[in-house]
């Protein structure tokens, strides 16, 4: 590992202030589970390391005027206790339960998760089947974009050098939306999405159909897409068996996943058409008030 200066930041003006003096030649670290295991591996390491784990005001999970705001900091074992989480979008809570083991869960965060920006992240389908948005600041000011815009390339995001995420928001329109997030990998726990899955939609009682539904996909393609062809699928259409098998088929097929030594691309696409289908019934049943096993 090379060396390189560390300042703890005391707040978010602080952090930015350090972001906008030292450019690309800082690294913001949060709970550092990526961070560090990057660090060890590089060949050209940051001059300086701003802190922000102490950042007490990227900590909080409320809901405001335009929905509910999760804190950058927030860690994967806060985002499973949250009790806000658990009613609103349990979905959240599975998918940050799947992420490492407990060690992992307790230190990463969610803004760090979205920002390593790798295709197999698990916090990216539930928010993005959520439309979420993104909040970032640097000395130019706040920001706010779609978290979809967030995702340019494999561990690359739009962020600047100088930007800082904040929070991530859920619209006041979805709140309450019903949302389910299944992930497949190689062992049970403490393993990397081959596939990860999660399907969001509204149901229109009296026709019994899909309303404003979204499929958000990982792992199978350079960044955390939309099945958006499978989503114009499913909009008005009755909700049925054959209309989720349906859609998990097409979700497949407008995928792009690739082969690599823990899955064949072919064996990934099988793996979007069931977890696609899977996403939908355990949104449908959450709509339903039923329970069903999410996460395997
Ligand atoms: C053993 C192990 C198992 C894992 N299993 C999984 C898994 O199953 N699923 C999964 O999705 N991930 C997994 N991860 C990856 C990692 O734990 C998560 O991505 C974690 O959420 C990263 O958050 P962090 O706070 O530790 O980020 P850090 O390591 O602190 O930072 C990661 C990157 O994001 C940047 N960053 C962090 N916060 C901000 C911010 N607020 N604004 C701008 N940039 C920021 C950092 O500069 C760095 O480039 C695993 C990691 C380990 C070590």
Redesign the pocket.
């Known amino acids: 590992m090379k060396a390189f200066g560390y300042v703890s930041a005391k707040d978010v003006g602080h952090a930015v202030a350090l972001l906008g003096e030292h450019g690309a030649g800082a ?12 660090l060890k591996f590089a060949t050209h390491g940051p001059e300086i390391i701003v802190d ?1 784990s102490r950042v007490d005001e ?1 900590k909080n999970i409320t809901v405001i005027d335009e929905g509910l705001r999760i804190g ?2 927030v860690t ?1 074992a806060e985002l499973m206790r949250s009790r806000i989480i658990r009613d609103m979008f349990p979905a959240l809570a599975d998918a940050a339960h ?4 407990v060690q ?1 869960r307790n ?7 979205l ?2 920006c ?1 295709p ?4 990216g389908p539930t928010l993005m089947a959520l439309d979420a948005r993104v909040t ?1 600041v640097s000395r130019r000011g706040h920001s706010q974009a779609p978290l979809a815009d967030l995702f340019v390339a494999p561990r690359k995001t739009s ?1 600047a050098s100088d ?4 929070a991530i928001i859920i619209p006041k329109a979805n709140l309450g939306k019903p949302v389910a997030f299944q992930k497949f990998g190689l062992r049970k726990g ?4 081959l596939v990860n899955a999660a399907a969001a939609f509204w149901v229109d009682r009296d026709k019994n159909s899909f309303v404003q539904p979204r499929i958000a996909l990982g792992a199978v393609a350079p960044t955390v897409i939309r099945a958006t062809r499978a989503e114009a699928f499913l909009e008005g259409k009755t909700i049925s068996d054959e209309a989720m098998a349906e859609a998990g088929r097409i979700a497949a097929s407008e995928a792009k996943p690739i082969s690599d030594f823990r899955a064949s691309a072919d064996y990934r696409r099988e793996l979007i058409a069931v977890l696609t289908k899977r996403a939908l019934e355990s949104a449908y049943a959450r709509a339903n008030n039923k329970v069903m096993e999410s996460v395997p």
Request: charged residues 10%; aromatic residues 2%; hydrophobic residues 50%.
């Open positions: 690294k913001l670290l949060a709970g550092g589970t990526d961070l560090l295991v990057e922000i990227l950058a900091l994967h799947s992420i490492g083991a992992t230190l990463g965060t969610l803004g760090g998760n920002m390593t790798v197999s992240m698990d916090s970032y962020l930007e800082l995420l904040t403490q393993a990397l999405a």
